[in-house]
C-alpha cells in the first residue's frame, strides 16, 4: 500500500491503493495497450502519437483541450474507476490504446495481456509543469517540491517494480526529453514494440517541440 499524510491542494497527490496480487499467467488473452506515467510526463503527446501512426485510441473528450494541454487530454473518465473494480469497460479498449495514470495500474485485471508505454520525465519539469498547471486553476497552496519529489519517485520505485513481476504485461520505457531531442531512434523502438504496425513518419510529425515548455 503506498500511504502518506502530505497535505497539500495538489491535485496529483496519490492517496493509497491497494496492490493486486501477482497474476498468473493466462494464454490467449485480449491485448490492451496502455499509456501511463506521471501527470505531466508526456502521456498525451505519446496518445497523440500512436493514434497518428495508425492505433486507435479510447477517449471520450470528456476533459477538453486547455491552456495546458492545448491538443488534448486524451483521457477516458472510466478509467479513474479502476480502483473501485470498474473494469468493464476494458472489453472495449482490445485493439487500443488508452492512457492509464500510474497509480492505477495495478488495478487492472489479469484477464488481458498489455502493452505499457511508460512515459519518463525529468522530475524537476514533470513538479514545474505541475505548479503552472495549479497556478493557472488559481491554486496557491500547491506544496514543497522537495516532498513532492521524493513522494513520486517512492510511487515510481514501486509501480516499476510491479509491473516488471506481471507476467502478462510487456513494458517500454520512454523518456520524454529524449523523444523531443531526437524523436528517431524513439519512434523506430516505439514502432517495433507494436510489431511494426505503426507508420513512423506520421509519428514524428505529431511530435510539436513547441509545447515543451514548463522546464526547470
Request: aromatic residues 10%; positive net charge.
Amino acid at each position: 500500500r503506498f500511504d502518506h499524510e502530505y497535505k497539500t491542494r495538489r491535485i496529483f497527490v496519490f492517496k493509497q491503493w491497494v496492490w493486486p496480487f501477482q497474476r498468473t499467467k493466462q494464454a490467449g488473452r485480449a491485448s490492451v495497450a496502455i499509456v501511463s506515467g506521471l501527470p505531466r510526463s508526456g502521456t498525451s503527446m505519446m496518445m497523440k502519437m500512436l493514434q497518428a501512426g495508425g492505433l486507435p485510441v479510447l477517449v471520450d473528450h470528456v476533459r477538453t483541450a486547455d491552456a495546458d494541454n492545448p491538443q488534448g487530454y486524451y483521457e477516458y473518465e472510466l478509467v479513474k474507476q479502476l480502483n473501485k473494480g470498474n473494469h468493464a469497460w476494458l472489453a472495449q479498449a482490445q485493439g487500443k490504446v488508452v492512457k492509464v495514470i500510474s497509480a492505477l495500474l495495478p488495478h487492472l485485471p489479469g484477464a488481458y495481456h498489455y502493452k505499457v508505454i511508460f512515459m519518463q520525465r525529468e522530475m524537476a519539469e514533470v513538479l514545474a509543469s505541475q505548479q503552472k498547471m495549479l497556478q493557472r486553476r488559481g491554486e496557491t497552496d500547491i506544496g514543497d517540491d522537495s516532498v513532492m519529489a521524493q513522494m513520486f519517485e517512492e510511487h515510481l520505485t514501486q509501480v516499476r517494480r510491479w509491473l516488471q513481476n506481471q507476467p502478462n504485461i510487456e513494458l517500454l520505457d520512454v523518456h520524454y526529453n529524449q523523444l523531443v531531442a531526437d524523436p528517431q531512434p524513439a519512434v523506430r523502438l516505439i514502432n517495433a514494440f507494436f510489431d511494426q504496425t505503426l507508420g513512423e513518419a506520421q509519428m514524428l510529425a505529431a511530435i510539436d517541440p513547441a509545447l515543451y515548455r514548463n522546464r526547470h
